[in-house]
């Protein structure tokens, strides 16, 4: 209990010993500098601060492709993102599926610049021909 009271009184004191130390305008003290915070007058504008982040775009919903019965006779796009040694893995999976899928066409492809940019080129192309993709995104 005595350390308790002992305590409220250090805090007491600094604070009387704070609230002491700031002048206020008209009291006497106008030779000190002006106190860090400020109240803004009436006259002055009012900032209104926004979120930087803003709002992102709503999501597209997209349904899933239904899923083939069937490989054979299909052409499948294998799409590398340039994730480091992915193009390895990704042509050891080409000649994987090409043993053992011969009936089918695989088609690989690097799409420049990762997904930060968008390469129409590719994405028109696997419209035109391709039936499925297989694609590598790193991480």
Known sequence: MKLRIAVMLILFTGLCFCLGCTGSPGDGNESQETPAVQVASMAEPVLTVYNPL????????????????????KTIYIINDGYPGSGILLGELKTVMEERHPNTTFVYRDKPGGF???DETIWKEMEEKADAMIIALGH
Request: proline fraction near 17%.
């Open 116 to 118: 930060g940019r968008e």
């Open 54 to 73: 803003g709002t992102p775009p709503p999501i597209k919903l997209k349904a899933m492709a239904p899923r083939m019965d069937t490989l054979e006779n």
